[in-house]
Structure formats: structure tokens, C-alpha cells
């Protein structure tokens, strides 16, 4: 995966940079995981690629095994986390799709039963 990005604007990015705090749950050269600041269940975590990709419509045929490190470590840090009994992964994209920051990034959320319609 290529570097993060240096010079972007936007807020993940900035997290990813160290230039605004966050409360880390994982970080490796090419991912970081931290508590969501507005969270929406006990356990809300947001999991992010370090690089700048703008929604899950911007993946590439190229970047599908990124799709799948983002799972394969929500999954790790939701066995770390205590949510044997369960969880959720959501990535909103675009506007209607409720992606409030136009960096892709993954909601693992748990610590309580995730009912239908999510909320």
C-alpha cells in the first residue's frame, strides 16, 4: 500500500498524522484504528487506511486486498475488544449513504445487542 498522505485535509488524515489526538486502539504502517469520538454504542471504533481514499466507490481492483485487511482486522479487534456475543461493521459511502468523512473507513461497533434497523 502506498504512504499515507502528507499534505491532505482531511480529518482522518490528520489523525493518521498524529496532528490531531485520538484515542488508538491499533496502528500499523498501513492502518489505525481508534474510538469513535460520537459513539453510537459502548464499543465504537473507527478503522481507517492510512492512505487517502475517499469512499468504498474509489477502491480499486488493485486495493480488494485492502477491503479485506480492513475486515480481517475489525475481526481481530473485536475478539480483543470482548464482543464474542457480537458486532457490527458498517462503511457508509456518499452522502446518502451517511459517510460524514470522505475518507473510507469501517465502524465496528458492539457491546450491545445490534438490532434491525441499525441505531
Known sequence: MEE???TCECIFCKIARGEIPSKKVY?????LAFHDIDPQAPVHIIIIPKKHIESLNEVSEDEKGMLGDLIILAKRLAKDLGLE???RIVINTGPEGGQAVLH???HLLGG?????PPG
Do not use: A, F, P, V
Open 27 to 31: 496502528e500499523d504502517e498501513n492502518y
Open 4 to 6: 499515507e498522505c502528507i
Open 104 to 106: 473510507l473507513h469501517l
Open 85 to 87: 456475543k457480537g458486532y
Open 112 to 116: 450491545r445487542e445490534m438490532g434491525w
